[in-house]
């Protein structure tokens, strides 16, 4: 059965509102579906990873669910009632792809996660401010440009917008805006300036770094203490840092690489404090939900939190959101690890639909094992689902 979505040979093209693709059709008529029927569809797989409690309610022409629901809050390591900060609104942010090659499935999951989370909030009629960032100024997008030797925003670029592509087969909503690095450089600069002033960082030889010790909770949303983080970890050692620990806000310039001008001379920002200068143009320093990929916890939120409140006392996140790992042999994918499968390699074999099917069948939060025998069996699944 599974070969009816298997070898699909017209993959969804970057989709319109109204867009249509097929199922294919192999000895039955083709299963078409636009995107706005789609968006219809009851999301009755991930409906069941939220705690909800509903009632309805008369409101206009008809009936609309009134429906509180939980989220799990990594900040509180509990469950929480969402309640946002403006009534009938929420804002959220998501932090998106480094962009400098192809998205895992890994990626797909995060985005499909949230993507379910944007419709549920959107069917219960809250008015959605949906922020997912690129990253398009990183060192890993600068070592792959050298060894393609290419232009560092050009390569950005060109995978930003194959990630669209990928985004648009999984049948997930574009956010509401998604911002680059390279777009926001002065609302970064101001962002460090105001760290500084506020005694919360210091420079050194053009990098200016920012001091966990002047954050003293520093560590809440993970759980871990600055002692038990082991310097050369996940960056070289820095003689010059007054704390190991302490993270770079701005990178002096290094021949050859992309730079802006700042007030410390030419360079270019650290990765945390992109998502925080970004959050913070189009949600201001206090709105509902921040989410991502667990990875994401330790060191970059972490550091998100210590700088958005160095820079403003009012910075308040009212949910921390992560959801779980993809799995292979019960090791986590990742690029480092050379364990990890594209979207564009699986769906080369799947529907896009299934592998969406898939990612949406385990709660959110839990790890996922990615195997042949579930992706055989969510492709199975599609194929009935399509023929009600």
Not at 3 to 16: E, G, I
Not at 75 to 94: D, I, L, R
Not at 155 to 176: I, N
Request: proline share 6%.
């Amino acid at each position: 059965m599974a070969t009816l979505v298997k070898c699909c040979q017209h993959l969804p093209p970057l989709l319109s509102p109204n867009s249509a693709f097929f199922l294919p059709s192999i000895g039955c008529r083709p299963w078409r579906l636009t995107r706005t029927q789609y968006a219809k569809k009851p999301i009755m797989g991930f409906c069941k990873n939220l705690s909800t409690d509903a009632e309805k309610v008369r409101c206009g022409d008809g009936e609309i669910p009134n429906i509180g629901f939980h989220l799990f809050n990594t900040m509180s390591k509990q469950k929480e009632a969402f309640s946002p900060k403006t009534p009938g609104k929420v804002g959220m942010y998501v932090c998106g792809v480094t962009a400098y090659d192809f998205s895992h499935i890994g990626h797909a999951r995060v985005y499909v996660s949230f993507d379910v989370l944007y419709r549920y909030l959107q069917h219960l009629k809250y008015e959605v401010n949906y922020v997912r960032n690129f990253t398009d100024v990183d060192d890993k997008i600068i070592t792959r440009a050298n060894e393609l030797r290419e232009d560092p925003l050009s390569l950005s670029k060109r995978f930003c917008e194959e990630f669209h592509v990928d985004m648009a087969h999984l049948q997930c909503l574009p956010p509401t805006v998604e911002p680059r690095v390279s777009d926001h450089m002065s609302q970064i600069i101001d962002m460090i300036k105001q760290i500084l002033d506020n005694g919360c960082a210091y420079t050194v030889d053009g990098d200016v770094y920012f001091c966990i010790d002047k954050f003293p909770n520093y560590g809440r949303l993970s759980g871990r203490k600055v002692e038990d983080n082991r310097a050369g970890e996940r960056v070289a050692v820095d003689s010059r840092k007054a704390n190991p620990a302490d993270f770079a806000l701005w990178k002096s310039a290094k021949p050859g690489e992309p730079y802006w001008e700042s007030p410390w001379g030419p360079g270019r920002p650290g990765w945390h404090i992109e998502c925080s200068a970004m959050s913070a143009a189009y949600l201001g320093h206090s709105f509902d939900i921040h989410g991502g990929g667990m990875d994401l916890v330790f060191p970059h939120h972490e550091n998100e939190i210590a700088q958005s409140c160095a820079a403003c006392t009012e910075s308040n996140i009212g949910y921390w959101i992560h959801n779980g790992f993809v799995t292979v042999d019960s090791e986590k994918m990742s690029k480092s690890l050379g364990n990890f499968f594209t979207i564009r390699e699986v769906i080369d074999w799947y529907h896009p639909l299934a592998l969406r099917l898939f990612l949406m069948g385990t709660h959110y939060r839990s790890p996922i094992n990615y195997s042949t025998a579930q992706l055989e069996s969510s492709s199975d699944r599609l194929f009935y689902i399509y023929q009600v």
